[in-house]
């Protein structure tokens, strides 16, 4: 059957993204689900994607690894602190090289991830699948594994022992079926009580961090900064003020502006220096060909 991605009711003029991660050098920002038409943001938890390889020593090397591999190494896709993202992300597949057996892993549930080990470097297809809700097609992301410590802080990664390499990326859900922007403005779902332990759901059961709980409390109607509630109702309002559960709001968005702005004019001042200097040396370079031509 063809792939006809305006089966179900779509939410018309609607945005949603997905940014996954940051350099892990950096600190983390949450998620911002952006809306359009009206313009409005929404905290989520943040996934990222990327490797982490630690070396082999001669101590600490299984005997069962093979003689020629130096490293153990791991991809994945989580959200931080182990936040829940398997409410939107159904499955991921990682495309390891062909020498890889069974070079095609497929990891449907959380943790998105994948062990192996290896010695060489080599890229890594990321295929993203969503939830049923979603009926989008698949996400193709690339990783570059990195067994070996380079850049500003190779030094620090030789230290520590571990490679961490993580990237940025977006991913935009253009005008989402309906069914899919309830699932992700509602957020994750609540974690199941382990007291009594005979419930099907006790054991076992996901966990939220605390900053993910308060995020999923502000999805689901208080508008963060307002100090009013939304009576259960859910907001994509972007907040006034930042808060610990929410970094980004009105007034860091308008300082990031006021910053691109002054940049965008210190750059236009360096152009017009510069065009002035160059006006300067034509005239120069005029004035020595004529007096080349007089000397003549």
Do not use: C
Not at 223 to 247: K, L, Y
Request: hydrophobic content about 30%; overall charge neutral; proline content about 7%.
């Amino acid at each position: 059957m063809p792939y006809d991605r305006f089966a179900k009711p779509r939410v018309k003029g609607v945005s949603v993204y997905r940014p996954f991660g940051s350099q892990a050098s950096h600190s983390l920002i949450p998620t911002l689900l952006h809306l359009r038409k009206p313009k409005l943001t929404l905290s989520n938890p943040t996934p990222v994607f990327g490797s982490v390889a630690k070396p082999f020593t001669d101590d600490l090397r299984p005997s069962d690894v093979n003689a020629e591999h130096t490293h153990q190494w791991q991809i994945y896709v989580r959200g931080v602190d182990g936040e829940d993202i398997s409410y939107w992300l159904k499955k991921v597949q990682f495309k390891l090289h062909e020498t890889y057996p069974d070079a095609l892993r497929t990891v449907e549930a959380p943790p998105f991830e994948v062990m192996e080990t290896g010695w060489g470097e080599f890229d890594i297809q990321i295929r993203l699948h969503f939830v049923a809700e979603a009926n989008e097609r698949a996400a193709t992301l690339w990783h570059g594994l990195k067994l070996h410590p380079y850049g500003p802080d190779a030094d620090d990664q030789r230290e520590r022992k571990e490679i961490i390499s993580q990237h940025y990326e977006e991913i935009l859900f253009n005008e989402p079926s309906e069914a899919f922007f309830e699932v992700l403005t509602s957020g994750p779902p609540a974690p199941q009580s382990a007291v009594g332990g005979r419930g099907k759901g006790s054991k076992g059961s996901k966990q939220i961090s605390s900053s993910a709980a308060a995020m999923a409390t502000t999805r689901r109607g208080i508008v963060a900064g307002s100090g009013v509630s939304g009576g259960g109702e859910r907001t994509a309002e972007i907040p006034h003020s930042d808060s610990p559960g929410n970094p980004y709001s009105q007034k860091t968005e308008g300082a990031e502006l006021d910053r691109l702005h002054e940049a965008i004019k210190t750059v236009d001042a360096m152009v017009k220096e510069e065009r002035a200097r160059m006006d300067e040396r034509e005239r120069l370079l005029k004035e020595l060909q004529r007096g080349t031509a007089k000397g003549k």
